[in-house]
């Protein structure tokens, strides 16, 4: 069976960060060349997470009570949770899911005199056009954060140059993963400064801590190959285990609970030294891969087919999200295939429109009837084309609905 979401990381890479846990070095000196290999330090912040560092700049902006944020309309939740903890008032803005694009007329239609910030996200792997969203915000006077969690990919890209901040992730499931870690480039030195200095109050996480994630994902990466995986899967059913939640919790980042106190960390020497190593040898080239199977496997849609994102200027399939009209009908019928799709490769939300009396955004039509395909680079072209038959009848008779 194929697995839903393949670690993007080697043995090698994983059996580097073990041997750093046990030989700890100067971590001032891993922090330097890591600012240095990204930009330099005057821009670039490293954190333990996305939500760590998001989290401090909202605490180092320290928006007045009641200040409203913009936020595109499919995000986590816990980014949310964050703004709520500020409190802070989250205004969804709809996305056309064609092209996974923020609807510029809507941040016209929610700006009010309290609106301080546009938080927009890039999601599935495609990377949107921020121009007309920088513009809007230079012409209202608002900060840009940009969540660019999905989108790294080794090109040189740090964000968009006009956005006051933009997160990038390496967390266990994202492209060029050091299993966690985040960078932000901070495009206002005194913003930088602020955020620098209270990062620093935070605790480190130990060697242990960091040793302990290093042997789960490695067990988990040795049980994606297909064989192993569907073995496995077979196994818990067997014994009335649901595989999809044990899949979940293994992959979540953080546990249910209070927030904020998961959060305030910065990550361990070893960490960072394992992320300074995948940035140096990370290439382009295996996005490239991924990216060509994804358009390989669209060619064998029907014509008429629609997906979030198959109008998306640069789409690169960190996964692979299709709407079908009977997402968990599906979902079992691509597992007696061999394909383990799920209802929840990410943790991703649409958030609903703030008078719930108004009809659904576009965003919550279309995750309520998504289903993430299994998809690697790896899959094999007759692979390819057996789930693209598979899924085809159902794309078409849902295309027009979605779109």
């Not at 059913?237 to 910065?266: A, K, N, W």
Request: hydrophobic share 40%; glycine share 4%; proline share 5%.
């Amino acid at each position: 069976m194929y697995p839903r979401k393949c670690l993007d990381i080697k043995a090698s890479d994983l059996l580097y960060g073990l041997l750093r846990c046990l030989h700890q070095t100067n971590r001032t000196e891993w922090e330097s060349k890591l600012q240095s290999k990204w930009s330099s330090p005057n821009d670039t912040l490293i954190c333990y997470s996305v939500r760590t560092g998001f989290n401090l700049l909202l605490d180092s902006l320290n928006l007045p009570a009641g200040s409203e944020v913009l936020v595109s309309a499919i995000t986590i939740p816990q980014m949310i949770d964050l703004l709520k903890s500020h409190q802070l008032v989250p205004v969804p803005i709809d996305i056309d899911m064609g092209s996974l694009t923020v609807k510029s007329e809507h941040l016209e239609l929610s700006l009010t005199k309290k609106t301080r910030m546009i938080l927009v996200a890039h999601v599935f792997g495609c990377r949107m056009d921020l121009t007309e969203v920088v513009n809007f915000a230079a012409e209202h006077d608002l900060f840009v954060v940009e969540d660019c969690a999905q989108v790294f990919l080794a090109d040189g890209y740090l964000g968009h140059p006009s956005a006051t901040v933009s997160m990038f992730s390496f967390g266990a499931i994202k492209t060029a993963t050091a299993l966690g870690g985040a960078i932000f480039t901070i495009r206002q030195v005194e913003l930088n400064q602020a955020m620098s200095r209270r990062i620093k109050e935070y605790p480190t996480i130990t060697p242990f801590s960091f040793f302990q994630r290093l042997i789960k994902y490695s067990f988990l990466r040795l049980v994606n190959h297909s064989s192993i995986y569907g073995a496995i899967f077979t196994f818990l059913e067997l014994l009335r285990h649901d595989p999809d939640q044990i899949v979940m919790s293994l992959t979540r980042s953080f546990q249910t609970g209070d927030l904020s106190s998961q959060l305030q960390y910065q990550p361990s020497t070893a960490q960072l030294a394992l992320l300074y190593r995948r940035l140096s040898r990370y290439k382009t080239e295996a996005v490239e891969r991924r990216q060509a199977s994804g358009y390989k496997l669209t060619r064998h849609f029907p014509n008429d087919a629609w997906w979030p994102g198959c109008y998306a200027e640069k789409h690169t399939f960190w996964i692979f999200p299709i709407c079908v009209s009977n997402p968990l009908q599906m979902r079992l019928r691509l597992k007696e295939h061999g394909f383990d799709a799920t209802l929840a490769s990410s943790s991703l939300i649409a958030l609903p429109k703030a008078d719930k009396n108004e009809s659904p955004t576009e965003a919550q039509l279309v995750l309520s009837k998504i289903l993430y395909l299994p998809f690697d680079a790896s899959m094999p072209s007759k692979d390819l084309i057996r789930l693209a038959h598979l899924v085809a009848s159902d794309i078409t008779r849902i295309s027009k609905h979605c779109q």
